[in-house]
Antibody, heavy 121, light 110 residues
Framework: QVQLVQSESELKKPGASVKVSCKASGYAFTTYAMNWVRQAPGQGLEWVGWINTITGNPTYAQGFTGRFVLSLDTSVTTAYLQINSLEADDTAVYYC??????????????WGRGTLVTVSS | QSLLTQPPSASGTPGQRVSISCSGSSSNIGSNAVNWFQRLPGAAPKLLIYSNSHRPSGVPDRFSGSKSGTSASLAISGLRSEDEADYFCATWDDSLNGYIFGGGSKVTVL
């Protein structure tokens, strides 16, 4: 079964770090890149960035550079999003989403269920 | 604030046809493909339409998509109770060099 299984919800204090995982199964992990998207409470979906699953090279959207780190462990077909120096505004649901270009255009075709990260003292 | 504009809601009775629009600009919808997703509470978003108008296998042909210029649309014909969900559009933006998304449209089956 082709799926992305994300880690469970996290509750963290401001200033701490969190690492969200996204385990891919049912397909060749390095065939497709992985995107990360977040949705803060009451807000729309916002693209965080993507990571090349062959080279491990990440690309970050504006506003997500510095504290956000995308990484991989191809041996366990898992992508990670780490957020350092957490702030209250980082409270959101974070999704991983597979990149599968279609007819030459960028395209997302598969999502995880999302991981709720709550930052609160 | 989402960069792709969708109506917040749409509704219809069983069997009716409902259409949802997704409005963008030349740097996104005007030059890239649009995907549509269905989101149910607690579930992963599900791909309904890719590349503007193509349905993945397993998606009923009641769902159809189209694109014209800088706007795209999702239509649900023969509306069923299980279609009650949130629907959102997504595409790449060449100016931002990243994905952008619609704000989502809640479909209610009356």
């Amino acid at each position: 079964q082709v799926q992305l299984v994300q880690s469970e919800s996290e509750l963290k204090k401001p200033g701490a770090s969190v690492k969200v995982s996204c385990k891919a199964s049912g397909y060749a992990f390095t065939t497709y890149a992985m995107n990360w998207v977040r949705q803060a409470p009451g807000q729309g979906l916002e693209w965080v960035g993507w990571i090349n699953t062959i080279t491990g090279n990440p690309t970050y959207a504006q506003g997500f550079t510095g504290r956000f780190v995308l990484s991989l462990d191809t041996s366990v077909t898992t992508a990670y999003l780490q957020i350092n120096s957490l702030e209250a505004d980082d409270t959101a649901v974070y999704y991983c989403a597979r990149e599968r270009p279609s007819y030459g255009f960028p395209s997302i075709d598969l999502w995880g269920r999302g991981t709720l990260v709550t930052v609160s003292s | 604030q989402s960069l792709l504009t969708q109506p917040p809601s749409a509704s219809g009775t069983p069997g009716q046809r409902v259409s949802i629009s997704c409005s963008g600009s030349s740097s996104n919808i005007g030059s890239n493909a649009v995907n549509w997703f269905q989101r149910l509470p607690g579930a992963a978003p599900k791909l309904l339409i890719y590349s503007n108008s193509h349905r993945p296998s397993g998606v009923p042909d009641r769902f159809s998509g189209s694109k014209s210029g800088t706007s795209a649309s999702l239509a649900i014909s023969g509306l069923r109770s299980e279609d009650e969900a949130d629907y959102f559009c997504a595409t790449w933006d060449d100016s931002l060099n990243g994905y952008i998304f619609g704000g989502g449209s809640k479909v209610t089956v009356l």
